[in-house]
């Protein structure tokens, strides 16, 4: 159901499987930063006070909410199946046509469907562009591309909305190393040390700029402007595990990386910063992402 017209006010966004981590984080900024614009409509399998309509995704969408605005609708999915889940992940591809079928029944002027770095596998210094050829390492990464190619495929459907797939980094505060940081006790943590220099380095994100980044994409959907099939979400500069530890003052020891480790997941992200030119072409340090978790939540407090 519904919630109330006095916690939400009429949106142009939708989060579908708002109640994850990482959307939760994006509405957290949202609500704290009014900059941003109009906060999502959050839409969520389970109820709860900030979940604005309950549909668990396996049945047909719901009404069209009548929060959303008239027109120029950007619906952002975020549901999906991680291996941590224990829920087969092949369950991504379902999830993903039911947010096509969802958008289209809603009328959206576009859909993004969240997937991920992990499609691209192990990557050079420079990262991995849109148009590369997809190497994943992993079953994660391998349900992701085959969600990708079924996405495609229904979106090529007379009647469907546009869609863009959205490659997303690692999002700071919403898995490693923040995830083991948390956990961490009087043992230090043992990041990998690879032979050629310490590692893991990712493409970082912290959430208060995809927030940013997501207003954007939303505001140019809006303003009826031409989008790509697929983007690339994350910081421009890279950033290494052990760096984001030492900001936090999490004590680790280095361990020899196993050999199915992969050293480099790195994205070029050059396409969106010319859709968000605002972007500092040198955020993504482990300082500036520790800065942004910590500016939409109080959890993480390692330091202090």
């Not at 090529?156 to 909305?161: N, R």
Request: net charge neutral.
């Amino acid at each position: 159901m519904l919630g109330s017209d006095r916690h939400f006010g009429v949106t142009r966004r939708v989060f579908l499987g708002a109640g994850g981590r990482v959307p939760s984080l994006l509405r957290a900024a949202f609500g704290r930063f009014p900059e941003l614009g109009e906060a999502p409509l959050a839409v969520a399998r389970t109820a709860s006070a900030d979940i604005c309509l309950r549909w668990d995704m396996d049945r047909p969408p719901p009404p069209r909410p009548r929060l959303l605005a008239p027109d120029g609708v950007s619906v952002f999915s975020f549901a999906g199946v991680t291996p941590r889940s224990g829920a087969p992940l092949g369950h991504n591809t379902a999830l993903a046509l039911a947010a096509l079928e969802a958008a289209r029944e809603w009328g959206a002027a576009r859909l993004f469907v969240m997937s991920s770095s992990s499609v691209y596998g192990a990557t050079d210094m420079a990262g991995a562009r849109e148009n590369a050829r997809l190497h994943p390492a992993g079953d994660y990464g391998a349900a992701k591309v085959a969600m990708e190619t079924a996405l495609r495929d229904a979106a090529a459907v007379p009647g469907a909305p546009p869609v863009t797939i959205l490659r997303l980094g690692n999002v700071a505060g919403a898995g490693q190393p923040f995830d083991a940081a948390a956990a961490a006790g009087t043992r230090p943590l043992t990041p990998d040390r690879f032979p050629d220099g310490p590692g893991p380095s990712r493409s970082f994100v912290g959430p208060l700029t995809l927030a940013h980044c997501f207003a954007r994409l939303s505001d140019l959907v809006a303003a009826e402007e031409e989008l790509p099939p697929v983007l690339n979400v994350a910081a421009p500069r890279p950033t290494t595990m052990s760096a984001i530890l030492s900001v936090l003052g999490v004590p680790f020891a280095w361990a020899p990386a196993p050999q199915t480790a992969l050293h480099r997941v790195h994205l070029d992200t050059r396409a969106l910063m010319r859709l968000v030119p605002d972007i500092d072409p040198q955020d993504g340090d482990a300082a500036a992402l520790v800065r942004e978790v910590r500016a939409v939540t109080s959890e993480m407090r390692h330091d202090a």
